[in-house]
């Protein structure tokens, strides 16, 4: 299994300014995921991040808006950059103990933009 | 989109009564998994069935999987109040999980 402890677990930011969010795993994992989910929504995959390399961006996403950090395999930050109200969602890192296991998550950081 | 489609989207029951969640996909799969949300929270892994599994049960969980619908169902027999949360499944193909729709399960005490 793998705890995660995911921070700020919510905030509320004004239009035009970036939030970083934090995600810590408890033991080392060679890939960590970024999620967003806007209200009522589903889970949406932003970008997996390696340790040691640029993260791998899904479509509609870019790293102007969402730059993402993996200095170690334990750690990662999400940056949401240049901030709007349509931002506003829960962002959740994920990670897994190799392919095709289970995936564990952050609590999530539930982000409104006003 | 490549996300997979859940029905019903929002179900209401009583407790001890059973719910029934279905989840189609479009891609060929390794596996799919099924998990479950609370307000908006981070989410909990309740099962991974493989492709090559018809059908699996943990506790009061019983997951079907026909790979050639590309369908799976979950069942939660006897539900609890507790049991309210959504519901997602989730299929694995290239490493990524990629997300269905969600069923909201509402359990009346």
Redesign the interface.
Known sequence: SAV?S?KPSRDICQRGTSLTIQCQVDSQVT?M?WYR?QPG?????IA?ANQGSEATYESGFVIDKFPISRPNLTFSTLTVSNMSPEDSS?Y?C?VDKG??????????T?LTVV | SQQGEEDPQALSIQEGENATMNCSYKTSINNLQWYRQNSGRGLVHLILIRSNEREKHSGRLRVTLDTSKKSSSLLITASRAADTASYFCATDNTDKLIFGTGTRLQVFP
Do not use: D, K
């Open positions: 995660i995911q890939m995921f989910q929504q589903s889970l949406t995959l997996t829960i959740l994920s392919s095709s296991t289970e995936a564990f998550f952050g609590q999530g539930r």
